[in-house]
């Protein structure tokens, strides 16, 4: 059984730091694309970023030059550190887990979430 936890959420002043944990079992994360997705109040998720099973790393706009996604796969835990957040990054964020097509785990696999709350 494929599980995907989340934490490092919390509140933080605009301009501060977090770093989000995604702890996974039940799948080599080197055998996965795995990524980063949010959802902020009344919308969409949305990509945040990925990180291909060979480490091509993926960024949204908003991401780009202040998040930094990146793997371990000793530890299997994918990390999301995030700089000067904004209080429109404000959202529950999501780890997501696609395994390759040679991998025996099947299916898209979705984390529960973790609040991060960024206050102006």
């Known amino acids: 059984q494929v599980r995907l936890v989340e934490s490092g959420g919390g509140l933080v002043q605009a301009g501060g730091s977090l770093r989000l944990s995604c702890a996974t079992s039940?799948?080599?994360?080197?055998?996965?694309?795995m990524g980063w997705y949010r959802r902020a109040p009344g919308k969409e998720r949305e990509l945040v970023a990925t990180v291909s099973s060979i480490g091509n790393t993926n960024y949204s706009n908003f991401a780009a030059g202040r998040f930094t996604i990146s793997a371990d796969s000793v530890k299997n835990t994918v990390y999301l550190q995030m700089n000067s957040l904004r209080p429109e990054d404000t959202a529950v964020y999501y780890c997501?887990?696609?395994?390759?097509?040679?991998?025996?785990?099947?299916?898209?696999?979705w984390g529960q979430g973790t609040q991060v709350t960024v206050s102006s």
């Open positions: 997501h887990a696609q395994p390759e097509l040679y991998s025996s785990v099947k299916g898209e696999h």
């Open positions: 039940g799948i080599a994360i080197r055998f996965a694309t």
